[in-house]
């Protein structure tokens, strides 16, 4: 597609429910990466990959978090056992060459509130 | 996580007028970016800088990488009421290594 696709753009959960998010990058693209940017902040940082390896991880904040990209294009975030504090803007982002800022198109993120 | 200190943390100005904002970091960075960011929708790069000095235009956004390379600004001349929008700069130490976010400036123009 045109640009970086992201569903669903809204979800509302129940704290203990699992969450899966799904990220579109645009075709092509090699590198993907993803952000949560919670309310009144800046995006942090979560994970890469590069086509289907994870290369980082280091920014997910729990063990609750996991991150595939099972055959280099559609990448898709699942939160277990949702807490309060995972509510945010969960950011997806794509490049076509490792890593380069310059080169990111990011998506326009899912909300996820949880209550 | 880290994040970078940026301010102002909000302006609001009139249309016409200049506008600064800056970026500060601990550490050092080897590229500088700056985007800007809607309701409802992810950041859009506006400027990026990979040399510490440089200084670097795009239509009325003018943004500099401090010779320190630990702090970055951007200005906008002449504001109109499309700049509405939070700023974020961002630093990148490597190619390979993620981008850090500052905490974002809201900027709203009064017409």
């Known amino acids: 597609g045109a640009g970086v696709s992201q569903s669903p753009r809204y979800k509302v959960a129940k704290r203990g429910q699992d969450v899966a998010l799904r990220c579109d990058p645009i075709s092509g693209h090699v590198s993907l990466f993803w952000y949560q940017q919670a309310l009144g902040q800046g995006p942090e940082f979560l994970t890469y990959?590069?086509?289907?390896?994870?290369?980082?991880k280091s920014g997910l904040p729990s063990d609750r978090f996991f991150a595939e990209r099972p055959e280099g294009s559609v990448s898709t975030l699942k939160i277990q056992r949702t807490q309060q504090e995972d509510s945010a803007v969960y950011l997806c982002?794509?490049?076509?060459?490792?890593?380069f800022g310059n080169g990111y198109t990011f998506g326009s993120g899912t909300r996820l509130t949880v209550v | 996580g880290q994040q970078l200190n940026q301010s102002p943390q909000s302006m609001f100005i009139q249309e016409g007028e200049d506008v600064s904002m800056n970026c500060t970091s601990s550490s050092i960075f080897n590229t500088w970016l700056w985007y800007k960011q809607e309701p409802g929708e992810g950041p859009v790069l506006l400027i990026a800088?990979?040399?510490?000095?440089e200084l670097t235009s795009n239509g009325r956004l003018t943004a500099q990488f401090g010779i320190t390379r630990k702090d970055s600004f951007l200005n906008i001349s002449a504001s109109i009421p499309s700049d509405v929008g939070i700023y974020f700069c961002?630093?990148?130490?490597?190619?390979?290594?993620?981008?850090?976010f500052g905490k974002g400036t809201r900027l709203s123009v009064i017409a």
């Open positions: 961002a630093g990148q130490l490597t190619g390979n290594t993620p981008l850090v």
């Open positions: 990959f590069q086509n289907e390896a994870q290369l980082d």
């Open positions: 982002a794509s490049t076509t060459i490792g890593g």
């Open positions: 800088l990979y040399k510490a000095g």
